[in-house]
């Protein structure tokens, strides 16, 4: 559990494109590509911690659930930008472009180019730790 608590707004990135969820949004379900989540809390975290500002997640692919005002994000990894290790990262997004490159199948490409993704968003986040 990375945060519990409500949110003015949540954008998430899906294979439809980058999505917005506010309050009174429509039920839905949606699969989460990896990237980048910002929500900005309203008052305090879970354990008490005040919130405030944009927030910043890091995460792999899951599902997002909306539902009678409550939002749900079910994801593989996710990781706070101070907690990215920018250098095992890049190793990461390394391993990726040659797994691309020795692809056999569709699959094997579809999944090392989701290792990218994963990969480029942590560095990204973790570049901008300071910034958020």
Do not use: C
Request: charged residues 30%.
């Amino acid at each position: 559990m990375v945060y519990e608590g409500e949110a003015e707004i949540v954008s998430l990135p899906t294979t439809e494109g980058s999505v917005g969820i506010m309050a009174h949004h429509a039920n839905v379900i949606m699969a989460i590509i990896p990237g980048i989540i910002e929500y900005e809390p309203v008052g305090t975290g879970e354990e008490g911690e005040s919130q405030s500002g944009r927030q910043t997640i890091v995460v792999s692919d899951g599902l997002l659930k909306v539902e009678n005002g409550e939002v749900i994000i079910l994801v593989d990894t996710a990781e706070r930008p101070e907690e990215v290790d920018e250098a095992r990262a890049r190793r990461a997004e390394e391993k990726a472009r040659e797994a691309i490159k020795r692809a056999n199948s569709n699959r094997d490409a579809e999944l090392a180019a989701a290792e990218l993704s994963r990969a480029m968003s942590r560095i990204k986040a973790s570049r901008n730790k300071h910034n958020l």
